[in-house]
């Protein structure tokens, strides 16, 4: 089974400036998805980026950016210039590419909430 | 964009009632739809996934009779939550997946059940 780490359950931000949220998996599929995705105080989910395994290209979505380790299992996202509308909780995702009843699945990480001091 | 809505976004009912949960995707078809459960500033906790004609395949340890899942249609996925107690009190979330091979998941608003 495939599992995703968020070691940072807190972090924090000032204004315009820049952090990086940490993630790695554990999997043993070579073709899968990863993603990155916000949850704000309203708790709606919002996909902020997602990156396939097979592309070595890292994602990049205007201030957001991810450094994809394929060989290492890591895939952390960075987010420039942060903004007060960054503060939520943020979490790393993994879904198979394979087929079957369950495709689709997403496994979360734990989640961290990141704050953005002004 | 794909919307996802859930219905209703909050509800109090009392221990031993049922309470049902709707989710419809407005705009797309989904053959596939996901329930999860979240507690306070903790992860999604995937419960069920709902096929669109077919029997939903509950995650381990989630009860089957206890929270029925019923996917009618492409655009419909219904959650009961059965003879409700307080721990059932969360916040459920649904995803609705599209059908046009891209395999996109979109989540709805959320639910947040308390029960009394």
């Known amino acids: 089974a495939q599992t995703v780490t968020q070691s940072q359950p807190e972090m924090s931000v000032q204004e315009a400036e820049t952090v990086t949220l940490s993630c790695t998996y554990d999997t043993s599929e070579s073709d899968y998805y990863l993603f990155w995705y916000k949850q704000p105080p309203s708790r709606q989910m919002i996909l902020v980026i997602r990156q396939e395994a097979y592309k070595q290209q890292n994602a990049t979505e205007n201030r957001f950016s991810v450094n994809f380790q394929k060989a290492a299992k890591s895939f952390s996202l960075k987010i420039s210039d942060s903004q007060l509308g960054d503060a939520a909780m943020y979490f790393c995702a993994y879904r198979s590419a394979a087929g079957g009843t369950s495709y689709g699945k997403l496994t979360f990480g734990q989640g961290t909430i990141l704050t953005v001091h002004p | 964009g794909a919307v996802v809505s859930q219905h209703p976004s909050r509800v109090i009912c009392k221990s031993g009632t049922s309470v049902k949960i709707e989710c419809r995707s407005l705009?797309?078809?989904?053959?596939?739809m996901f329930w999860y459960r979240q507690f306070p500033k903790k992860s999604l906790m995937l419960m069920a996934t709902s096929n669109e004609g077919s029997k939903a395949t509950y995650e381990q340890g989630v009860e089957k009779d206890k929270f029925l899942i019923n996917h009618a249609s492409l655009t419909l996925s219904t959650l009961t939550v059965t003879s409700a107690h307080p721990e059932d009190s969360s916040f459920y979330i649904c995803?609705?997946?599209?059908?046009?091979?891209?395999?996109?998941?979109?989540f709805g608003p959320g639910t947040r059940l308390t029960v009394t």
């Open positions: 705009d797309f078809q989904a053959t596939t």
């Open positions: 995803s609705a997946q599209t059908a046009d091979g891209t395999y996109e998941q979109y």
